[in-house]
């Protein structure tokens, strides 16, 4: 798919991401917005993953990619290493435990074959978050790597307002020599 479809497609979602504001914007003495605080809580974490999940999809259908589904492995171990970096205050691919982002995956029991991990620290909502993975050719070869059938999305918020953000790509189950 031509790059300009695909940008086309992102400002779709982005303008969809608009949408979930709830407070009215507020603009500072230059004219600009000023920034809002994006708070969420455990309480939203189904929500903003299938929100996650639905905008990875409308983007990988575009470039001719089969859809991903929800991973509760994959959920978890992302679930682990956002805890982890917040800890660690820096983002990073590796665990306070020296763990890879293959370890944890492995260990939260996903069956299959870890593809990628992408990382952000950011005040950003999780769409914003995935427009700048979409803008890096990298972190964008990832979300739409057509050998991925499962996605695992998470986040942890700090009180200062900072998230956490990790998305885990899979490709299902991994053969095993010799069975």
């Known amino acids: 798919m031509r790059r300009s479809s695909v940008a086309a497609l992102l400002v779709g979602v982005l303008a969809l991401a608009a949408c979930e504001q709830h407070m009215p914007v507020q603009y500072g003495p230059d004219g600009r917005p000023l920034p809002q605080l994006y708070s969420?809580?455990?309480?939203?974490?189904?929500?903003?993953?299938?929100?996650?999940?639905?905008?990875?999809?409308?983007?990988?259908?575009?470039?001719?990619?089969?859809?991903?589904?929800?991973?509760?492995?994959?959920?978890?171990?992302?679930?682990?290493?956002?805890?982890?970096?917040s800890v660690q205050n820096r983002p990073w691919h590796f665990g306070s435990d020296g763990s890879s982002p293959l370890d944890r995956v492995q260990r939260a029991g996903y069956p299959g074959t870890m593809l990628g991990e992408l990382i952000s620290e950011t005040y950003e909502t999780e769409l914003e978050t995935l427009g700048a993975w979409m803008e890096d050719p990298n972190t964008r070869a990832v979300l739409l790597a057509p050998e991925a059938r499962d996605m695992g999305f998470n986040f942890h918020q700090d009180p200062n307002g900072k998230i956490w953000w990790t998305l885990v790509t899979g490709g299902g189950s991994r053969l095993v020599a010799g069975l």
Request: aromatic share 0%.
């Open 40 to 85: 969420i809580n455990s309480s939203q974490t189904g929500r903003i993953q299938l929100r996650m999940l639905d905008s990875v999809n409308t983007l990988r259908q575009a470039s001719g990619a089969a859809p991903l589904q929800l991973n509760a492995q994959l959920n978890a171990a992302a679930a682990t290493h956002a805890r982890d970096m």
